[in-house]
């Protein structure tokens, strides 16, 4: 969770975002001593302590991961790991989010060197000779073309694969609603070409961002004879059906990895760890640092110590927890680093019956809720008026957050500053929840489960003011909170089973399409995950994509993020900075948004 928040300089943003670059945090600096009128004899530096695990980075870190497969993993842990593995055509230039270098490719396309053409919808990109796989094999164009064809074929449910069949046919997938196939196999095949050493993309329409795509993990390239010897998708027309969809673990890469990236799977341990290894063979400078192991620790008070003891290089440290990472000895810290991302509450209009126990008795009868109980407007502007924004803030972020007024964060065009939110109204809660269902829910009363995922704090603590205040209207409502494993969290997601649930939305690329299609498009991840349909939003939002002018643009993603407001499928909680803390023997790091909170282990240094 493909996902996933704020005192921000907005003029300071907006430069950055406008100019394509978003500079490295600030190192922290020790603070330099106060002078005396007589000042005493200094007292010698303490030693350094010795660099622990040389040749190894151990970042302790919580959130597991879901799958390595690149065409299913679309969450912040996995995507982290399949990253370090697997190599795109191109990458992210350092620190920017729109100008980029070639990887696989020996050029990024563009208009001016003639590999962008028909207007934008063609892209062509020569592959380098000589990279090699991790097993030995050499990569060659049809490489290429078989993953992006995969991706298609398989696009599983929850995965990324949505970022491809855009561009390249103009669709949201390869299903119906219903789970019913709806495309041509010779659609797809066409899609992408091999013509000698270029790989050849056709879009159905120009697709501006199409290249920052192309740059993140779930773009890695595949080895094809590995993959179909190991029981994939053979490439092959005939009996392509099979393949679509299959169910979460049974992807040919869940727990598998060929890719071509600096590092190489050792092993994985679902919500233990991960380990790899350097790639000795990797085509581009090899990683300076041999190993690296990625420890789950959902509690922080051991992710803390781990780190304070040298046991961990990099730790994973929610926002509550900053103070008192200050005082830590032989930390450097990189501070306000401006995150273009959001959480949000989620309700579900038709909740996903079957083994679910979130809905107790699955009926309106004060001991659970039915199916549809959040498809009333007024159950779900009820709970939105009984959420404290100002509190959760200062408590959750330390007041290093703010709260959004639509999915599209600040930082991006095309965002409606003027929109208003559900303010903190428990008048208008108990007017909402009085009017609910005719009536019948403030009779009867109701029994639900809300979760999150296991190791967030913040998320646990929207959950319990939810429930204490949400409780507080009528001793006849009953919330329970639950944690549950990320890997389980997703899966429920998936599956639909949450009646409510938070989660966040981390930007895949710089355009407000990637935030409103995901929150609002009934194909969209968190749309779909919540049978939310709105039909006049899927026509905007799709036209919001393929349209070119600045002023038209605007309009209709302005419409957009005011039927958001209006439908209120959730209600925004987040947009964060974020900080990013490693042992002072670890050097090497910047910030890039677009990979946000996930680390790309080969740009780090660590002394011996």
Same mark, same amino acid.
């Given at each position: 969770?493909?996902?996933?928040?704020?005192?921000?300089?907005?003029?300071?943003?907006?430069?950055?975002?406008?100019?394509?670059?978003?500079?490295?945090? +600030?190192?922290?600096?020790?603070?330099?001593?106060?002078? +005396?009128?007589?000042?005493?004899?200094?007292?010698?530096?303490?030693?350094? %302590?010795?660099?622990?695990?040389?040749?190894?980075?151990?970042?302790?870190?919580?959130?597991?991961?879901?799958?390595?497969?690149?065409?299913?993993?679309?969450?912040?842990?996995?995507?982290?790991?399949?990253?370090?593995?697997?190599?795109?055509?191109?990458?992210?230039?350092?620190?920017?989010?729109?100008?980029?270098?070639?990887?696989?490719?020996?050029?990024?396309?563009?208009?001016?060197?003639?590999?962008?053409?028909?207007?934008? +919808?063609?892209?062509?990109?020569?592959? +380098?000779?000589?990279?090699?796989?991790?097993?030995?094999?050499?990569?060659?164009?049809?490489?290429?073309?078989?993953?992006?064809?995969?991706?298609?074929?398989?696009?599983?449910?929850?995965?990324?694969?949505?970022?491809?069949?855009?561009?390249?046919?103009?669709?949201?997938?390869?299903?119906?609603?219903?789970? =019913?196939?709806?495309?041509?196999?010779?659609?797809?095949?066409?899609?992408?070409?091999?013509?000698?050493? =270029?790989?050849?993309?056709?879009?159905?329409?120009?697709?501006?961002?199409?290249?920052?795509?192309?740059?993140?993990?779930?773009?890695?390239?595949?080895?094809?004879?590995?993959? #179909?010897?190991?029981?994939?998708?053979?490439?092959?027309?005939?009996?392509?059906?099979?393949?679509?969809?299959?169910? /979460?673990?049974?992807?040919?890469?869940?727990?598998?990895?060929?890719?071509?990236?600096?590092?190489?799977?050792?092993?994985?341990?679902?919500? #233990?760890?991960?380990?790899?290894?350097?790639?000795?063979?990797?085509?581009?400078?090899?990683?300076?640092?041999?190993?690296? #192991?990625?420890?789950?620790?959902?509690?922080?008070?051991?992710?803390?110590? !781990?780190?304070?003891?040298?046991?961990?290089?990099?730790? /994973?440290?929610?926002?509550?927890?900053?103070?008192?990472?200050?005082?830590?000895?032989?930390?450097?810290?990189? %501070?306000?680093?401006?995150?273009?991302?959001?959480?949000?509450?989620?309700?579900?209009?038709?909740?996903?019956?079957?083994?679910?126990?979130?809905?107790?008795?699955?009926?309106?009868?004060?001991?659970?809720?039915?199916?549809?109980?959040?498809?009333?407007?007024?159950?779900?502007?009820?709970?939105?008026?009984?959420?404290?924004?100002?509190?959760?803030?200062?408590?959750?972020?330390?007041?290093?957050?703010?709260?959004?007024?639509?999915?599209?964060?600040?930082?991006?065009?095309?965002?409606?500053?003027?929109?208003?939110?559900?303010?903190?109204?428990?008048?208008?809660?108990?007017?909402?929840?009085?009017?609910?269902?005719?009536?019948?829910?403030?009779?009867?009363?109701?029994?639900?489960?809300?979760?999150?995922?296991?190791?967030?704090? /913040?998320?646990?603590?929207?959950?319990? !003011?939810?429930?204490?205040?949400?409780?507080?209207? =009528?001793?006849?409502?009953?919330?329970?909170?639950?944690?549950?494993?990320?890997?389980?969290?997703?899966?429920?997601?998936?599956? %639909?089973?949450?009646?409510?649930?938070?989660?966040?939305?981390?930007?895949?690329?710089?355009?407000?399409?990637?935030?409103?299609?995901?929150?609002?498009?009934?194909?969209?991840?968190?749309?779909?995950?919540?049978?939310?349909?709105?039909?006049?939003?899927? %026509?905007?939002?799709?036209?919001?994509?393929?349209?070119?002018?600045?002023?038209?643009?605007?309009?209709?993603?302005?419409?957009?993020?005011?039927?958001?407001?209006?439908?209120?499928?959730?209600?925004?909680?987040?947009?964060?900075?974020?900080?990013?803390?490693?042992?002072?023997?670890?050097?090497?790091?910047?910030?890039?948004?677009?990979?946000?909170?996930? !680390?790309?282990?080969?740009?780090?240094?660590?002394?011996?």
């Amino acid at each position: 969770m493909r996902k996933k928040t704020f005192v921000l300089c907005i003029v300071f943003l907006l430069l950055m975002v406008g100019t394509g670059t978003l500079f490295a945090g +600030k190192k922290e600096e020790p603070a330099a001593p106060a002078e +005396k009128a007589e000042k005493p004899a200094e007292k010698p530096a303490p030693a350094k %302590k010795p660099v622990k695990n040389p040749g190894t980075i151990i970042y302790a870190r919580y959130g597991t991961v879901q799958s390595l497969d690149p065409h299913r993993a679309y969450d912040t842990s996995s995507g982290e790991a399949v990253m370090n593995m697997y190599d795109t055509l191109v990458a992210f230039d350092g620190p920017s989010t729109d100008s980029f270098v070639p990887v696989i490719a020996e050029k990024v396309p563009s208009v001016e060197n003639g590999l962008i053409k028909d207007g934008g +919808k063609t892209y062509i990109f020569p592959i +380098k000779s000589g990279i090699t796989f991790h097993n030995g094999d050499e990569l060659v164009p049809e490489d290429v073309e078989y993953t992006f064809e995969r991706a298609l074929v398989t696009d599983q449910d929850g995965g990324p694969v949505w970022m491809f069949f855009e561009p390249l046919l103009g669709v949201a997938g390869s299903r119906d609603g219903d789970g =019913n196939i709806t495309i041509d196999i010779d659609d797809i095949m066409n899609a992408v070409e091999v013509d000698g050493r =270029n790989v050849i993309f056709h879009l159905s329409d120009p697709y501006p961002p199409f290249i920052t795509i192309l740059a993140q993990y779930w773009s890695g390239i595949m080895n094809k004879d590995w993959m #179909v010897a190991n029981g994939a998708w053979d490439g092959k027309s005939d009996g392509w059906e099979k393949y679509n969809n299959p169910d /979460q673990g049974t992807e040919t890469l869940y727990n598998v990895v060929m890719g071509t990236g600096p590092y190489k799977l050792v092993k994985w341990e679902p919500g #233990v760890e991960i380990s790899m290894t350097r790639f000795d063979g990797y085509f581009d400078r090899p990683a300076a640092v041999k190993n690296v #192991v990625i420890k789950i620790v959902e509690e922080w008070t051991t992710r803390k110590l !781990m780190f304070t003891a040298g046991d961990a290089d990099i730790v /994973q440290v929610d926002t509550m927890y900053w103070p008192e990472m200050e005082r830590v000895e032989g930390a450097t810290i990189y %501070k306000d680093l401006p995150r273009i991302e959001n959480t949000a509450v989620f309700f579900n209009f038709d909740i996903n019956m079957e083994a679910n126990q979130a809905v107790w008795s699955g009926k309106l009868d004060g001991e659970g809720i039915p199916f549809d109980f959040f498809d009333d407007p007024d159950v779900r502007k009820g709970f939105a008026h009984a959420f404290d924004h100002d509190t959760y803030v200062k408590d959750a972020f330390l007041g290093y957050a703010e709260t959004p007024n639509s999915p599209v964060p600040k930082g991006l065009p095309y965002r409606d500053a003027g929109l208003p939110i559900y303010e903190y109204d428990m008048r208008k809660a108990e007017e909402h929840l009085k009017k609910a269902w005719g009536g019948r829910v403030w009779e009867k009363g109701f029994k639900l489960s809300i979760l999150y995922n296991t190791g967030n704090d /913040q998320r646990e603590i929207a959950c319990q !003011m939810i429930e204490e205040n949400v409780e507080s209207l =009528n001793p006849k409502f009953q919330i329970e909170i639950q944690n549950v494993d990320w890997g389980n969290y997703l899966n429920m997601m998936v599956q %639909k089973k949450c009646g409510l649930f938070v989660i966040g939305w981390v930007m895949d690329y710089p355009d407000p399409h990637n935030f409103v299609h995901p929150y609002m498009h009934s194909r969209g991840t968190f749309a779909e995950w919540q049978n939310y349909s709105n039909p006049e939003v899927d %026509k905007l939002v799709t036209k919001g994509i393929k349209t070119v002018d600045p002023g038209m643009r605007e309009d209709i993603y302005y419409e957009i993020e005011k039927t958001y407001y209006t439908d209120i499928p959730g209600f925004m909680l987040s947009q964060s900075l974020y900080r990013v803390h490693v042992r002072d023997w670890i050097s090497g790091y910047f910030w890039n948004p677009a990979r946000d909170q996930m !680390m790309l282990f080969s740009i780090f240094d660590k002394e011996d």
